[in-house]
């Protein structure tokens, strides 16, 4: 007998919840929003094997209720990763669907770059030629329940350009710390496809002791200051304004960066430009305060290799 | 080693490539010397040595002379050539950089934009620029994931059915091969179908493979799998032919 598939019953969204994540046996729950997106650069160097673990929990009632299956069919659940940047794929073994189950995958040095998009899959296997009850699957492997999380790296941040150089012959800033320059061309229009690297220099004053310059204080006030710098180029007028606002505008990664921080610290008020003016010191502290986690567990990574920042 | 190449991005890319359209000579040792690239930090710089040693051997795969002027080179010997010689020429470039566009922009327009050439007179800019259609990120990449024996005896229409859909079918290296091997094997036994048979044959897999998780099947079950909708589009062209 023929057996005609009218599609089948899959368990709804809400049926299987992220209950924890782990990077390299590190419980990060509490460090990340467990989202559809998980900005994972602070806790990822290219350089480093990452093994990246989510634990599932599922809901018994919707797997008793929401599926239809009948005797010999059994439920697995696998997960599969695909790399944005250097287009490969990896897979779990599929393991038996229990409550709880435990999926994880090790990525390579160098095997990933710009985003992972990983993938739960809850697949249904039983025997082949078997007349099926209507609303089961007719397809063996037939996917039940699929979530997709997208885990965003490093490779942007990675390519800001660092150098130190000697600035005892540079007039005005001999005892400075840093130098930040942004090389922005004239047309506005040109900006949104600007790489960060094509952008941001930092010049750190050779003077200054690697010790300092690796401590987490002296790379949060670092990037504070990046940013500070940066959003002040387009606090000039509504044209510029716009390029942050409007998130429908293609952008490369330059604007993405300044984008992401704008919205952190203005989403919601009417008159960006307005407390850009009258409230720039809060602005600071706010930026600092923003940044300060995630530059602490980035350097942990950074000197746990014996890295450092430059 | 955590080696860093040199990376230039597309916007400067594209202005070098139309100063060389408009005349401007192309001088690869000056191009190596020249400031006006970028590094990723925390990694060691490439040295001018290495990027003139990859050139080097890009020409030796060719079995072209440093002073190649006038010469011309049949499409099919370019990529094969090249194919067979990738992985040896840029040994040190990771994945991680090989995705990097900025990368490919950097060694095509900086550093064999006068090789490149040879294989697309046209100037089109997507084989000069990094994107994923560049004279070398497009052999690099069907290498990487096929092998380069295997890459090099595909056709350049039925590699581009493979990696043009880089969604299930590219990304996945035992579906790509698969679907290479199959190809190859068809082609072996004389069947005149086959210059449509790879783009009827990927969208078929691709079709199948969206509402099943091939995550969770065995190797051969998924090779079988991509094997049985290859030949059934082949049986469909020719009963279409016969109709």
């Not at chain 1, 005892?168 to 790489?195: C, F, H, R, V, Y």
């Not at chain 2, 499409?75 to 950089?97: A, P, S, W």
Request: aromatic letters at 10%; proline letters at 3%.
């Amino acid at each position: 007998m023929k057996t005609f598939s009218y599609g089948y019953n899959t368990l709804a969204e809400k049926a299987v919840r992220i209950h924890k994540v782990f990077f390299n046996s590190r419980d990060v729950s509490n460090e990340i929003e467990i989202t559809s997106d998980i900005q994972a650069s602070a806790l990822w160097l290219p350089s480093q094997e990452t093994t990246i673990k989510f634990e599932i929990e599922v809901d018994e009632q919707a797997l008793q209720t929401q599926l239809t299956k009948q005797d010999g069919d059994a439920f697995f659940v696998v997960l599969r990763s695909n790399c944005r940047g250097t287009k490969k794929q990896k897979s779990s073994l599929p393991q038996p669907l229990t409550i709880v189950n435990e999926l994880e995958l090790v990525f390579n040095p160098f095997e990933v770059s710009d985003a992972i998009d990983f993938y739960i899959e809850i697949f249904s296997n039983f025997e082949d030629d078997q007349d099926r009850p209507f609303g089961a699957p007719v397809r063996k492997y037939s996917i039940l329940f699929s979530k997709k999380i997208t885990a965003h790296l490093t490779g942007i941040e990675s390519r800001v350009n660092v150098l130190t150089k000697n600035f005892e012959n540079i007039p005005g800033i001999k005892a400075a710390m840093w130098n930040i320059t942004l090389n922005l061309p004239q047309e506005i229009d040109e900006w949104s496809q600007l790489q960060q690297s094509e952008v941001v220099t930092i010049e750190i004053n050779n003077k200054i002791d690697s010790k300092v310059i690796n401590s987490p204080e002296f790379i949060t006030l670092l990037i504070t200051d990046l940013i500070y710098t940066s959003l002040s180029k387009f606090m000039v007028d509504d044209d510029r304004l716009t390029l942050l606002q409007d998130s429908e505008i293609d952008s490369e990664s330059w604007l993405i960066f300044v984008r992401q921080f704008y919205n952190a610290l203005f989403a919601g008020y009417p008159d960006p430009k307005q407390i850009w003016d009258e409230e720039s010191s809060r602005i600071r502290s706010e930026i600092q305060s923003k940044i300060a986690p995630s530059t602490r567990k980035k350097l942990d990574f950074l000197l746990q290799e014996s890295i450092g920042v430059i | 080693m955590n080696l860093s190449y040199r990376y230039i991005s597309n916007n400067i890319a594209v202005k070098e490539l139309l100063e060389y359209r408009n005349g401007k000579s192309f001088d690869p040792i000056r191009n190596i010397q020249r400031p006006g690239f970028h590094l990723r930090s925390l990694a060691v710089p490439i040295t001018e040595d290495r990027l003139i040693e990859i050139r080097e051997n890009v020409l030796l795969a060719l079995e072209i002379p440093r002073d190649f002027l006038g010469i011309s080179m049949t499409k099919e010997n370019f990529d094969r050539r090249l194919t067979l010689n990738c992985k040896n020429i840029f040994h040190d470039l990771t994945e991680y950089e090989a995705a990097q566009p900025g990368t490919w922009a950097y060694i095509t327009i900086r550093l064999l934009y006068d090789i490149a050439l040879l294989r697309y007179e046209d100037h089109a800019d997507e084989r000069y620029i990094g994107k994923p259609r560049n004279t070398f990120w497009r052999i690099w990449q069907r290498v990487s994931v096929l092998g380069p024996e295997m890459a090099s005896m595909l056709q350049e229409d039925e590699a581009v059915q493979i990696f043009e859909r880089t969604g299930v079918i590219a990304s996945n290296q035992t579906v790509a091969q698969t679907l290479a091997e199959t190809m190859l094997e068809i082609r072996e036994l004389g069947n005149s179908e086959i210059s449509i048979l790879m783009r009827e044959a990927a969208k078929r897999v691709r079709r199948r493979l969206t509402i099943i998780s091939y995550a969770g099947m065995q190797e051969s079950e998924l090779k079988n799998l991509v094997k049985e909708e290859m030949y059934k589009s082949l049986e469909q062209i020719k009963d279409r032919k016969n109709k």
